[in-house]
């Protein structure tokens, strides 16, 4: 089993401050949400800023159609992972596909099943430079059919390392060692959103020397947002867990954008990220 990195154990909390301290030049800028309905109570634990993200069932996609147009609509800036990141090339994958992990524990592309109306994967790099090998980054958008299908997709992503701690990625990568977590609520865990799991482990190319490997997946309301990091070689471990806890910032964005989303009562509308939203702010 890898070594768990406190890095990625604590990225929930990462994901309740992130943007809170950002410059003005390398972070999206936040913007106001809309308040909360009147009549709730005031206690600082039912307050706006304490709720998590989330997004009614009544206010998301309801047709395969309309998910397809959430999930390309929905935007999710190279910088979101932090300063140097672009696009990759393939970029997005095809909506009506999503990534099923066999019981051979390797990675396939397969046909949505009914319980999924849409699934877009966005793949992004911050390029080698200066001796440090490339960072490859991916963020998956899912529209399930219903919350219960949302929460039984939770439940199979956290089954899937404990039944394949390695997994082959494709024809060319492997991760080893993956170890898996789940913080219940009143454990401290990211009020960001519903449910939140985190994994760790290593990843190799073509029988390489193994890096940090990092994947991190919430749900709000029937839609789920995963991300995942492959580090590249020559990093220290400070920068490790720079790469780490970037992508957890950029993970809250594409959050505020969602729950943006339905605040607005217009599933399909664009949305830029909204303010952040945690305990202590």
């Not at 406190?6 to 992130?18: D, E, F, I, S, T």
């Not at 997946?217 to 029937?222: A, H, N, V």
Request: proline share 6%; glycine share 10%.
């Amino acid at each position: 089993m890898a070594e768990w990195r406190p890095v990625l154990a604590a990225a929930a909390g990462v994901l309740l401050l992130a943007g809170c301290s950002s410059g003005p030049d390398d972070e999206p800028k936040a913007q106001e949400t809309p308040e909360k309905s009147a009549g709730a109570s005031p206690s600082a634990s039912a307050s706006p800023e304490n709720e998590p993200y989330t997004l009614a069932q009544d206010q998301a996609p309801r047709t395969r159609a309309e998910a397809v147009e959430f999930v390309r609509e929905l935007t999710v800036r190279p910088d979101y992972f932090g300063t140097g990141y672009r696009k990759r090339d393939p970029f997005e994958s095809d909506p009506a596909e999503w990534a099923v992990l066999g019981e051979d524990c390797l990675w396939r592309r397969e046909a949505l099943p009914g319980t999924v109306l849409a699934s877009l994967t966005r793949a992004y790099e911050l390029p080698a430079k200066g001796g440090k090998g490339p960072v490859y980054l991916s963020l998956t958008v899912t529209v399930h059919q219903d919350v219960i299908a949302a929460r039984r997709d939770m439940a199979g992503s956290l089954e899937e390392a404990l039944r394949c701690p390695g997994q082959q990625l494709n024809a060319t990568d492997r991760v080893l060692g993956l170890y898996s977590r789940a913080d219940a609520f009143a454990d401290g865990r990211s009020v960001i959103s519903d449910d939140d799991l985190t994994e760790a482990g290593t990843w190799a190319a073509a029988g390489g020397k193994a890096h940090p490997f990092d994947w991190y997946k919430f749900r709000m309301g029937p839609v789920t947002v995963a991300a995942t990091a492959r580090h590249g070689a020559g990093r220290t471990k400070a920068e490790d867990s720079t790469v780490t806890t970037d992508m957890g910032k950029g993970m809250t964005f594409v959050a505020a954008s969602i729950d943006g989303r339905g605040r607005a009562g217009d599933a399909g509308a664009t949305a830029e990220p909204t303010e952040k939203k945690g305990a202590g702010q």
